[in-house]
């Protein structure tokens, strides 16, 4: 078992930042690879980004290209989620998750969530 805990969520005016953090414990963190998916009201869970185990792979969608970051400090069993320039349509729960595959749509492993609104 891993257990994923997010935080780092709140309330951002546009064209702010938030560091999102998933802390995990159980399991050993360096054998998932981390995804970041989000889910705004009334729509469908999205994928946001993702890091290989070792961090040496990443992946970001193309609607948060450029703005967001993901990393990863294995000896801190931590992942991050660096987002800048926020908008107001980055508002969202945002959910970290672990897969035992890079390339997969399955999740071994969430977290609960943590809450993100940009006001404009």
């Known amino acids: 078992q891993v257990q994923l805990v997010e935080s780092g969520g709140g309330l951002v005016q546009t064209g702010g930042s938030l560091r999102l953090s998933c802390s995990a414990s159980?399991?050993?963190?360096?054998?998932?690879?981390m995804t970041w998916l989000r889910q705004a009201p009334g729509k469908e869970r999205e994928f946001v980004a993702r890091?290989?185990?070792?961090?040496?792979?990443?992946y970001v969608a193309d609607s948060v290209k450029g703005r967001f970051t993901i990393s990863r400090d294995n000896a801190k069993n931590t992942v991050y989620l660096q987002m800048n320039s926020l908008k107001p349509e980055d508002t969202a729960v945002y959910y970290c998750?672990?897969?035992?595959?890079?390339?997969?749509?399955?999740?071994?492993?969430w977290g609960q969530g943590t809450q993100v609104t940009v006001s404009s």
């Open positions: 998750a672990a897969s035992a595959q890079y390339v997969t749509r399955e999740y071994d492993y």
């Open positions: 890091i290989s185990r070792s961090g040496g792979t990443t």
């Open positions: 159980g399991r050993t963190f360096s054998n998932y690879a």
